[in-house]
């Protein structure tokens, strides 16, 4: 794709002139955008580039082992993977409301990014994988008033104190924009194909408290749906699917038993960009499978329901 092309040329050019001789530190999330940001980094300053992963304990199943062996052993890339899972869980203890979670792990990722700045002697500048539309919709709804509907933590700025300057190549991109570059880069298929994964990960899918015992249940039951979804070769029809657990236990029967377990919702969208969407619709055949999937599979669970929602006036995620 020549555009694309294009694009890396220039940016390569313009990350080269803003960093100088400067040190960089880049958090990845797991996600597409922060992959291809650090890719296309390190292509333009090297050495420059320290790549942070932070594991927040909020990840899906398997997924921190993933992205270490992308950037360690396919890449040739740098990481360093920081386990901060007790560190996040502990503050996030006792944290129900929506804002607040994503306030926490904003902080937490900071105060983190900080201290592996330290240890590699300093770094100048922090960089981001955020898009077009984490930049529109911090700040306004798309048709709507000024308000804001959730405060994505990449956006707005750093703390004064950080002292380090935000280095965000992907600015003025979207989404399929992203993983052409992506492509362009050399990215795994299944690393540019992957459905958006939010920021505060898990938190936000497990509404009300999050423990340890929620999200263990909460990653099989999400890991058996992607598995599905991949099966039945629907996955890059959908712009993203996942699980949730809601807070609720309700009554079922197994054999000859009563059950009082938690309800899982599934959610998928079709999106072109995230600011709008509409709910995927599934044949109930295949529904029906998924939720019998899960509940046999899934110790903690005896409900599963579909989200039916679109965006207005649903948003993606439930938090
Ligand atoms: P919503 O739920 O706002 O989601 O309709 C739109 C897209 O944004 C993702 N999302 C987030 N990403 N930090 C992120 O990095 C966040 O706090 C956050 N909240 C939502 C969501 O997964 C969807 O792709």
Redesign the pocket.
């Known amino acids: 794709d020549w555009t694309m092309r294009a694009f890396r040329e220039e940016e390569i050019a313009k990350i080269r002139q803003q960093v100088g001789k400067g040190k960089v530190i880049c958090g990845l999330?797991g996600g597409v955008d922060s992959a291809v940001a650090a890719v296309l980094i390190h292509e333009a300053i090297g050495d420059q580039l320290t790549c942070v992963f932070v594991d927040h304990g909020l990840m899906r199943l398997n997924e921190a082992e993933q992205v270490v062996d992308l950037f360690r052993h396919h890449y040739n890339i740098p990481l360093v993977h920081v386990d901060a899972s007790k560190q996040f869980l502990g503050e996030l203890e006792g944290v129900t409301d929506p804002e607040a979670k994503?306030k926490t792990i904003g902080r937490l990722f900071i105060e983190v990014f900080e201290q592996e700045a330290k240890k590699i002697g300093g770094a100048d500048f922090l960089a981001q994988g955020t898009l077009y539309p984490?930049v529109i919709?911090s700040v306004s709804f798309t048709g709507g008033p000024s308000v804001t509907?959730?405060?994505?933590?990449?956006v707005g700025g750093l703390p004064e104190r950080m002292n380090m300057k935000l280095v965000e190549p992907l600015r003025e991109l979207f989404k399929d924009e992203v993983r052409k570059l992506g492509r362009e880069l050399g990215l795994p298929e299944i690393f540019v194909g992957r459905h958006?994964?939010?920021?505060?990960g898990l938190a936000?899918r497990c509404p009300g408290d999050i423990t340890r015992d929620k999200l263990d249940i909460l990653r099989k039951a999400d890991a058996v749906y992607i598995d599905q979804i991949r099966k039945h070769g629907l996955y890059d029809e959908i712009w993203?699917a996942f699980a949730v657990l809601l807070p609720v236990k309700t009554v079922g029967v197994m054999g000859d038993g009563r059950t009082y377990d938690y309800v899982v919702g599934l959610r998928a969208v079709t999106s072109t960009d995230?600011m709008t969407?509409d709910f995927y619709q599934f044949d109930m055949k295949f529904l029906g499978e998924t939720a019998t999937r899960i509940i046999n599979e899934v110790k903690g669970v005896n409900r599963v329901v579909y989200d039916v929602t679109s965006?207005p006036p649903g948003?993606?995620?439930w938090e």
Do not use: V
């Open positions: 999330s994503r984490d919709e509907i959730k405060s994505h933590h990449n958006p994964f939010p920021g505060p936000i993203q995230g969407a965006k948003t993606i995620e």
